[in-house]
T-cell receptor
Framework: GENVEQHPSTLSVQEGDSAVIKCTYSDSASNYFPWYKQELGKRPQLIIDIRSNVGEKKDQRIAVTLNKTAKHFSLHITETQPEDSAVYFCAASNLSGNQFYFGTGTSLTVIP | DAGITQSPRHKVTETGTPVTLRCHQTENHRYMYWYRQDPGHGLRLIHYSYGVKDTDKGEVSDGYSVSRSKTEDFLLTLESATSSQTSVYFC???????????FGPGTRLLVL
């Protein structure tokens, strides 16, 4: 099956700086890559996603890039704010889409 | 938040007892999923359903069974609970595949 690796496991940045989280996947058939944010004690919530037919997608301060050849994708958060502090999960889905494989999460702390 | 509820929200049980967790949705979404979340492992798929009475195994299905007799309900049963099944269990739904998954609030299960 698919194997999704996520790095780093923890990340601390100063408010206003950028944060980058990277994921790699193993199954070249994967074609959908969502990112979820989970605040402490809450449910995961989708923040951005990308499909294999595009290389980059942006939504205000958040962007995701995808390199299909290298089988990796990254989350970029610019101008970080304290409310960005949370655990972020990447995921990959295969062609049938019935199974999502999640990374192990990155705990992001934005220091005011 | 999408109309997803989970019950119970918290449960303490003893090793060897059966446990059933319920996921209920009001969105009429076709796909429903059960995940467990453990530190260092992210979210791992237990079972999923792609329609009424249509279910399949995920990557960590041993010791779990599911049933879906109605579109809105997806039940997860631990036949004989073990301490290794202590976890936070999340239900998720999606309308299309692959597509955004919406998560329920989670159930904290402690097996003593």
């Amino acid at each position: 099956g698919e194997n999704v690796e996520q790095h780093p496991s923890t990340l601390s940045v100063q408010e206003g700086d950028s944060a980058v989280i990277k994921c790699t996947y193993s199954d070249s058939a994967s074609n959908y890559f969502p990112w979820y944010k989970q605040e402490l004690g809450k449910r995961p919530q989708l923040i951005i996603d990308i499909r294999s037919n595009v290389g980059e997608k942006k939504d205000q301060r958040i962007a995701v890039t995808l390199n299909k050849t290298a089988k990796h994708f990254s989350l970029h958060i610019t101008e970080t704010q304290p409310e960005d502090s949370a655990v972020y999960f990447c995921a990959a889905s295969n062609l049938s889409g019935n199974q999502f494989y999640f990374g192990t999460g990155t705990s992001l702390t934005v220091i005011p | 938040d999408a109309g997803i509820t989970q019950s119970p929200r918290h449960k303490v049980t003893e090793t060897g007892t059966p446990v059933t967790l319920r996921c209920h949705q009001t969105e009429n979404h076709r796909y429903m999923y059960w995940y467990r979340q453990d530190p260092g492992h992210g979210l791992r798929l237990i079972h999923y359903s792609y329609g009424v009475k249509d279910t399949d195994k995920g990557e960590v299905s041993d010791g779990y069974s599911v049933s879906r007799s109605k579109t809105e309900d997806f039940l997860l049963t631990l036949e004989s609970a073990t301490s290794s099944q202590t976890s936070v269990y999340f239900c998720a739904i999606s309308d299309l595949s692959p597509e955004t998954q919406y998560f329920g609030p989670g159930t904290r299960l402690l097996v003593l």
